[in-house]
């Protein structure tokens, strides 16, 4: 029986709203007690015992929005990087996207996934579903079937679904399973061939812009059919006041909708653009300091439930371009956590309330038994040091692909060792 105890740790669990020095004792990859009482009294029978040097222990991060490039461009990322990267970020598990080549929309290809993650991802890879046939939004997929496979949860990705009659019966059918269905928030037309949001700023740019109201369009489109069909929805980054405003009234409502934000809309605005710098080109882009300031309240609040890297790894080749030609996305599995703690250190958001967002908001949402310190649970486990300053490099990210929108910035705060079920995945305690 394999045992490690944790001692001298700052013990928070979010979803206990334990905050306290502690310890925590570890057993066959589960978590078999924790608590102020094993603060640093020694067990008779440890085979292993981890100094935590008075750092916070906490749950293990689920990042609920990756994109990799396995199958089919592994050359971006594979399955094997991102995991190497996620490590390296406190992310213990990896909810990853459909957008690949072939799409994952057969049980198969599901099963292809979770079998190429056990034999290569140092972390857990969670697969979500297409939720229609090529990401077309044309033809639903076969939600039963790719549950049984193993699929988490159902979304075209990066694609708005813009045919309602399509989604009102996707959204019908995923409610018989009780199949968690994730929306893509942009109407494709008012968005389509821009890359920047309408404004003074993209008109002073020449950049081709649209309306920050083709997301909030959406999200009420689709909270109009989650009221006619009873599924449950998340949208996957939302990243406007009014997107943030309805979905806080359909809650209040009592629907079965959450959402979630990514690290990039929580700390960067339009002009962080600055000089066509497309490696800060993203899906939704980049808005006004007033949205970008909304998202955080939306954390701070709890109407916006997860925070997300929505990591998207792109080669150089299809970011060094015009800004207008050039892919979107950007890397974020290795900033998540740094950029998220700079809620906290501005004093926007409590450390409890950023990590919630990062640990049992998501376990709760997609129904996984992590997320927590409870006894029982899987010893999934991030030990960071929330004040440790670093500047990213991204010749030093561990991605295969080095697009980061946070290339240059300062940050406080990193991962400094993670544990899946009680392995060391990713080990920084002796620098």
Known sequence: MKRIAFRNARLIDPASGMDTKGGLLVENGRIADVGPRLFND??????????????????????????TGEPGAEHRESLESASAAAAAGGVTSMIVMPNTDPVIDEPSLVDFLLRRAA??????????AAL????????????????????IAFTDGDRSVANARVLRRALSYAATFDALVISHAEDPELVKGASATEGEFATRLGIPAAPAIAEAMMVERDIRLVELTGARLHFGQISTRAAMDAIAAAKARGLPVTCGVTAHHLTLNELDVGPYYTFRKMRPPLRSEADRAAMVEGVASGVIDVIVSSHEPQGAD????????????????????PAALSLSHNGDASLSQVLAALTIAPARIFGLPGGTLARGAPADLVLLDENEPFVVDAEKLRSRSR???FEGRKFQGRARATFVNGERVFDNLSN
Request: charged share 20%; hydrophobic share 45%.
């Open 42 to 67: 020694a067990e008779p029978n440890d085979p292993e015992v981890i100094d935590c040097r008075g750092l916070v222990l906490a749950p293990g991060l689920i990042d609920a929005r990756v994109f």
């Open 119 to 128: 034999a290569t991802a140092r972390v857990r890879v969670l697969p979500c």
């Open 132 to 151: 229609t046939k090529g990401l077309l939004g044309e033809t639903m997929t076969e939600v039963g079937l790719l549950k049984e496979a193993g699929a």
């Open 318 to 337: 299809t970011k060094r371009q015009p800004f207008a030609s050039a892919a979107a996305g950007t890397v974020g599995l290795e900033t998540l956590l």
């Open 403 to 405: 697009n980061t929108a």
